[in-house]
T-cell receptor, first 113, second 111 residues
Framework: DAGITQSPRHKVTETGTPVTLRCHQTENHRYMYWYRQDPGHGLRLIHYSYGVKDTDKGEVSDGYSVSRSKTEDFLLTLESATSSQTSVYFC????????????FGPGTRLLVL | GQSLEQPSEVTAVEGAIVQINCTYQTSGFYGLSWYQQHDGGAPTFLSYNALDGLEETGRFSSFLSRSDSYGYLLLQELQMKDSASYFCAVRDRTGGFKTIFGAGTRLFVKA
C-alpha cells in the first residue's frame, strides 16, 4: 500500500462546469501522475509531476490542468467539463528507488452529463 | 512516437499456461512493465524487465527481447482469480518520466 487516496471517488457533473480531482499521498514520493482510462484505450497519461510546482504534459492533456503546491497533493482540474471527459481517472506515484514501478490510487469515476 | 500492441483478449483453462505478448515501438527504451487490473479495481504492478531475458515471480514470469522490441507475460497454473486485464507499459528515454500503456489484454480463465 503506497498510501494513495483520491477524492472524490465518484462525481456527476454537468457540461461546462469546472471539476477538480485530488490525489493525496502520504509517503513523500517525488513523481505523481494522472491517467484516464476508457474502454479500448487502456491508461492514457494526462499530466505528471516530478516535484513541487514541476509538471509536464502527457499524451491527452488538452482540456486539463494540474497543480502541485506541496509534495503530497496533485490536483487535476477540468476547466470546463465536456462529455468526452467522462472517464475513470487514476492517480499514480512512482515507487522510491524503483525504475518503473507505479502504484495507483483507487480511481475516480467521473460522469459529465 | 511510441506505440504498444497486445492482443485484446485471451481465453485459457484453469490450470493451464497462457502467454500475453506485447510489441512496442519507441524512439528510446528504458524497460517494459506489466500491470494487472481486475474489474472495478486499480492497476497493480506485476513485473519489470530492463534487460533481455526472463524474470520470474511466483506463477508469473516476464520476458524481454530488446532486439525484437518484444516481450511477454507468462502466467502458469492459471487460477480463476487471474481473470483480469493485463497491460504492458514502456517508458521512453525521450519522454522524461512519461509511461505509455498498451490498450490491455483481457484474460478469461475458464473452469
Amino acid at each position: 500500500d503506497a498510501g494513495i487516496t483520491q477524492s472524490p471517488r465518484h462525481k456527476v457533473t454537468e457540461t461546462g462546469t469546472p471539476v477538480t480531482l485530488r490525489c493525496h499521498q502520504t509517503e513523500n514520493h517525488r513523481y505523481m501522475y494522472w491517467y484516464r482510462q476508457d474502454p479500448g484505450h487502456g491508461l492514457r497519461l494526462i499530466h505528471y509531476s516530478y516535484g513541487v510546482k514541476d509538471t509536464d504534459k502527457g499524451e491527452v492533456s488538452d482540456g486539463y490542468s494540474v497543480s502541485r503546491s506541496k509534495t503530497e497533493d496533485f490536483l487535476l482540474t477540468l476547466e470546463s467539463a465536456t462529455s468526452s471527459q467522462t472517464s475513470v481517472y487514476f492517480c499514480a506515484i512512482k515507487g522510491q528507488g524503483s525504475a518503473e514501478t507505479q502504484y495507483f490510487g483507487p480511481g475516480t469515476r467521473l460522469l459529465v452529463l | 512516437g511510441q506505440s504498444l500492441e497486445q492482443p485484446s483478449e485471451v481465453t485459457a483453462v484453469e490450470g493451464a499456461i497462457v502467454q500475453i505478448n506485447c510489441t512496442y515501438q519507441t524512439s528510446g527504451f528504458y524497460g517494459l512493465s506489466w500491470y494487472q487490473q481486475h474489474d472495478g479495481g486499480a492497476p497493480t504492478f506485476l513485473s519489470y524487465n530492463a534487460l533481455d531475458g526472463l524474470e520470474e515471480t511466483g506463477r508469473f514470469s516476464s520476458f524481454l527481447s530488446r532486439s525484437d522490441s518484444y516481450g511477454y507475460l507468462l502466467l502458469q497454473e492459471l487460477q480463476m482469480k487471474d481473470s483480469a486485464s493485463y497491460f504492458c507499459a514502456v517508458r521512453d528515454r525521450t519522454g522524461g518520466f512519461k509511461t505509455i500503456f498498451g490498450a490491455g489484454t483481457r484474460l478469461f480463465v475458464k473452469a
